[in-house]
């Protein structure tokens, strides 16, 4: 769809854009030495660190991936916000005192503490970067999709911006300024989430979005032809000729007065109310001929209860389909153990003085996150009810539905959304540029670097890295975010988890099983994902019956794999003598 | 604040309290609960529990709940040692 775009939404945008950078460039000054610079001197405050976390962790994937996927298949985004929530009770309980206790600068701190091994360090930073690109790539989606409606420019461009804004943030002053943008970020997206979710509940459902005219059910077709032009409905798109928003509500339950409004709600009645109403939603069918790729969108009237139970992206749960199912198993399994995992998230612990602050950021991080995701439910039901999404593009759910409020609203939440994009990014890329100068460069290859150096690497690792995650965010362009990330939890757990355990849980853990595990790990994930389904039909535009795997997610295989190749390479190799350094 | 000392049971290893591995495992329990009803018995998530709205959401609500609950068990219990 074509969005009009308005001065206060430019105007806002970048009073926030440039707020971000001038405070980086602020905080620059405190980031001087490589203990600042990747740590922050590990005098962050613990209230501060938690909610840093949640702003790490609250990627475009939590608010726009999930907020999109509810509006669009209902219950089943929210299973996302469940696992993604359930990871950090292993990164609590398990993880934080450990790491905070093994590690200085980077995860692989932690894994090489007992062995002073290069080839922990090496396979650690790989894994590390592919995670961190993994996980730059929704980020960069994410930002592609907001700059469109918001600033009017193309996909490409919002990429781009985000990589040249995140790269000069990490350059300039590394994890304090991080540490500081995510904070207010994470702040930020907390309090706007909870004020758009009182403006919905204030507003209760309404039929046809309280249109007066009834919405137009008649199917829409999109065709983009062989020489980029877009069609809609076999006419050229243009502002006044373009897909209609939808998303309506079609009858309210018999019991509210006025069959056509039910007023302000409370939050459970809110549910209640649509859970017994009927929902239009949009279904996209995909064809291609001679002149170009057909989309169609027809509209389907469907009971809220059916809405608000799982199985409507999780197709195979009705079904009783077995690989279905277990693709089902395994995401939620990678999303449980993947938080722990995350090369990002794991290198916050550092920012804080003690286990015991590592423990309180962590409880108020989640805290933090668990009352975004409860958030997240009304806002992703309040945007499939309310006439504005754009079917699309899955991932502005959540702006789009601002804008049904007012203007600046719609603005406001577009910049957080986009603050979002940066805070996480620029996690993701100090997780890398930390890996690459500190365990590849330093231990690796041996190479001495003196404090100055160090930084010095490491921020030109960053600008490395940017110019990576801007040229996958434009490749992967149509991705829902939500179902990127999840393949990023994958790897992580799948390659980080079982080294982290069992090096804390299991005496007889050697270098070579901790390598093994997690080269092993890292590969079969990533070669199971690129076999899979879902990558056959979604990058490569093949067929999904071509696909080597029974399903898309890998972590219930390579998870146990992984556990499996460190406990047998251990076994097979000498007796580790305790050597901390 | 009393900092809490970690267990060294591995070699020169600092390892999560055993308070933290309890409430791990509660969690596990709640949380492949969960996974299970979804996967084995999903017509059970369409009752309706707590004021008109069904299982699936009360639940899932629950969860997230309880992720903090046990958080903050683990917080005061570990700040008392």
Redesign the interface.
């Known amino acids: 769809m074509i969005h009009e775009t308005s001065g206060v939404a430019v105007a806002i945008f970048t009073a926030f854009v440039l707020g971000v950078i001038g405070l980086s460039f602020f905080l620059g000054r405190k980031g001087q030495s490589a203990g600042g610079y990747y740590a922050a001197h590990g005098q962050i405050h613990w209230f501060v660190n938690g909610i840093a976390f949640a702003g790490d962790y609250l990627s475009a994937a939590s608010f726009l991936g999930i907020c999109g996927m509810i509006a669009f298949s209902g219950?089943d985004g929210?299973?996302y916000?469940?696992g993604f929530?359930?990871g950090?009770?292993?990164a609590?309980?398990?993880?934080a005192?450990?790491i905070k206790?093994?590690g200085k600068f980077t995860f692989a701190d932690a894994l090489d503490?007992?062995f002073n091994s290069r080839g922990i360090r090496l396979a650690v930073a790989i894994s590390t970067l592919v995670v961190s690109v993994f996980y730059l790539i929704p980020q960069m989606v994410g930002a592609g999709s907001l700059i469109k409606p918001l600033l009017g420019l193309p996909h490409e461009a919002g990429v781009i911006l985000v990589g040249v804004t995140v790269t000069l943030i990490v350059v300039t002053a590394g994890m304090v300024s991080t540490t500081w943008v995510q904070f207010i970020k994470g702040s930020l997206l907390v309090v706007f989430c909870g004020v758009l979710t009182v403006l919905i509940l204030g507003r209760g459902l309404a039929v046809n979005a309280g249109r007066e005219r009834p919405e137009n059910l008649a199917p829409q077709v999109r065709t983009v032809r062989p020489d980029g032009m877009v069609l809609i409905d076999g006419q050229p798109q243009s502002r006044d000729h373009d897909l209609r928003p939808v998303g309506t509500i079609a009858r309210l339950p018999d019991r509210f007065a006025d069959r056509s409004a039910t007023g302000p709600l409370g939050p459970?009645?809110y549910?209640?109310?649509l859970?017994?109403s009927t929902i239009v939603t949009w279904t996209a069918r995909k064809h291609a001929d001679a002149e170009g790729v057909h989309t169609t969108y027809t509209p389907v009237e469907r009971p809220g209860?059916e809405l608000?139970?799982?199985?409507g992206f999780f197709k195979g749960?009705?079904s009783g389909h077995l690989p279905d199912?277990l693709d089902?198993?395994s995401l939620?399994l990678a999303l449980?153990c993947g938080t722990a995992s995350l090369p990002h998230i794991l290198i916050r612990y550092y920012t804080v003085k003690?286990?015991?602050a590592a423990?309180?950021s962590?409880?108020v991080g989640?805290?933090t996150i668990?009352v975004f995701?409860?958030l997240t439910?009304y806002l992703g039901l309040g945007a499939m009810t309310a006439g504005a999404l754009d079917p699309t593009d899955t991932n502005m759910a959540a702006p789009l539905l601002a804008k049904t409020f007012n203007e600046t609203l719609f603005a406001i939440i577009s910049a957080i959304a986009f603050t979002t994009v940066l805070g996480t990014v620029s996690g993701l890329i100090m997780a890398g540029s930390g890996a690459v100068a500190h365990d590849l460069v330093e231990s690796v290859c041996g190479i001495g670097m003196t404090d100055h150096e160090k930084i010095r690497c490491g921020k030109i690792a960053a600008v490395g890295l940017g110019i990576v995650a801007m040229a996958l965010g434009i490749l992967f362009r149509n991705f829902n975010v939500s179902f990127l990330v999840g393949w990023a939890f994958n790897i992580a757990a799948s390659a980080n988890l079982p080294a982290l355990v069992m090096?804390?849980?299991?005496?007889r853990t050697t270098w070579q099983g901790i390598v093994a595990a997690v080269t092993v790990g890292m590969l079969s994930s990533l070669t199971w994902i690129l076999l899979s389904a879902d990558t056959f039909e979604k990058v490569y535009g093949l067929s999904r019956d071509l696909a080597f795997t029974p399903f898309s997610q890998p972590a219930v295989v390579t998870i146990p794999l992984g556990f499996l190749t460190l406990v047998v390479v251990s076994l097979l190799t000498p007796t580790p003598i305790?050597?901390?350094r | 604040m009393p900092e809490a000392e970690p267990h060294h049971e591995a070699p020169g290893l600092p390892r999560a309290s055993r308070l933290g591995l309890a409430l791990f495992w509660v969690y596990v329990v709640l949380y492949g609960g969960f996974i299970s009803l979804v996967l084995a018995r999903s017509e059970l998530l369409s009752m309706r529990p707590l004021g008109g709205v069904n299982l699936a959401i009360v639940s899932g609500m629950g969860l997230i709940a309880a992720a903090f609950v046990l958080a903050v068990v683990f917080m005061l219990l570990r700040s008392d040692r």
């Open positions: 219950y929210f299973l916000s469940i929530l359930a950090w009770v292993v609590l309980f398990v993880i005192e450990p206790a093994l503490s007992r459970l009645a549910l209640a109310a859970e017994d209860r608000l139970k799982p199985g749960l009705a199912r089902f198993v939620m449980f003690d286990a015991a423990r309180q962590t409880v989640i805290a668990g995701y409860v439910l090096l804390l849980f299991w005496p305790p050597s901390r």
